[in-house]
């Protein structure tokens, strides 16, 4: 490969480094704040046990397997009501009463879930009948607030949407690309050494456009940047 390589990248990066209102916007919006780790509280109200477990995930899949290694975990119990909120910006929900009356479990846990602010967290809601009714009334914020303090024992997490870059460089630019790397907060993922280095990094999703125009223009153009899926 000649070291006289090109600036380019496959995606969508602005002409200008300088950030626009828009940008700013995606800035602020790459984030988002999930629980911290996997928690569990429990509680009884008039004889019925409730057990609340929560987990922090990212997938559909990640959220499904929760809930059902949790139905495994109390396949005795009287029900496993459950609900997940998976993806960010754009947030895939699902709830499930398992025999309670409709809306009392599944929505009553989403809707704390979403007071929090929360996105990639699923929680289950196991309940053992004391064998006295609780009310529609009663049935719902024994599910609320199991939600909430088990969202509470998980702590808070802020997360951040990454975006995955490949890097493919001379050597004599090794030095200007790694302080650049370190100066956006950028994360090594691979680093391979053949005629050219080659570098896969994860970058914050806000920063990548800017950290683009950064390292081309410090490497006079010297470099490949290509987006990874």
């Given at each position: 490969?000649?070291?006289?390589m090109?600036?380019?990248?496959?995606?969508?990066?602005?002409?200008?480094?300088?950030?626009?209102?828009?940008?700013?916007?995606?800035?602020?919006?790459?984030?988002?704040?999930?629980?911290a780790?996997?928690?569990?509280?429990?509680?009884?109200?008039?004889?019925?046990?409730?057990?609340?477990?929560?987990?922090?995930?990212?997938?559909?899949?990640?959220?499904?397997?929760?809930?059902?290694?949790?139905?495994?975990?109390?396949?005795?119990a009287?029900?496993?009501?459950f609900?997940?909120?998976?993806?960010?910006?754009?947030?895939?929900?699902?709830?499930?009463?398992?025999?309670?009356?409709?809306?009392?479990?599944?929505?009553?846990?989403?809707?704390?879930?979403?007071?929090?602010?929360?996105?990639?967290?699923?929680?289950?809601?196991?309940?053992?009948?004391?064998?006295?009714?609780?009310?529609?009334?009663?049935?719902?914020?024994?599910?609320?607030?199991?939600?909430?303090?088990?969202?509470?024992?998980?702590?808070?997490?802020?997360q951040?949407?990454?975006?995955?870059?490949?890097?493919?460089?001379?050597?004599?630019?090794?030095?200007?690309?790694?302080?650049?790397?370190?100066?956006?907060?950028?994360?090594?993922?691979?680093?391979?050494?053949?005629?050219?280095?080659?570098?896969?990094?994860?970058?914050?999703?806000?920063?990548?456009?800017?950290?683009?125009?950064?390292?081309?223009?410090?490497?006079?153009?010297?470099?490949?940047?290509?987006?990874?899926?």
């Amino acid at each position: 490969m000649s070291s006289a390589m090109s600036g380019s990248v496959a995606g969508n990066f602005p002409s200008s480094s300088h950030y626009c209102a828009s940008e700013l916007d995606d800035m602020i919006s790459d984030s988002y704040i999930t629980i911290a780790k996997f928690s569990r509280a429990e509680f009884k109200i008039k004889g019925s046990r409730f057990i609340a477990s929560a987990l922090p995930v990212r997938t559909r899949t990640e959220a499904e397997d929760f809930v059902e290694k949790i139905r495994r975990e109390f396949r005795d119990a009287t029900h496993n009501c459950f609900a997940y909120i998976v993806g960010y910006p754009k947030k895939e929900t699902r709830t499930g009463d398992d025999g309670e009356p409709s809306g009392t479990g599944g929505q009553k846990i989403l809707a704390a879930i979403e007071s929090r602010g929360l996105s990639n967290v699923a929680v289950v809601v196991t309940r053992y009948f004391g064998g006295t009714k609780l009310g529609i009334g009663g049935l719902s914020r024994a599910y609320r607030d199991a939600t909430l303090a088990v969202l509470d024992a998980g702590g808070v997490a802020e997360q951040h949407l990454m975006e995955r870059l490949l890097l493919t460089f001379p050597y004599e630019r090794v030095g200007t690309v790694m302080h650049l790397v370190e100066q956006w907060h950028a994360l090594i993922e691979e680093a391979a050494y053949a005629e050219d280095v080659t570098l896969t990094i994860s970058i914050r999703k806000s920063a990548a456009d800017a950290f683009y125009h950064s390292i081309i223009d410090a490497t006079a153009g010297n470099i490949s940047v290509r987006l990874m899926p």
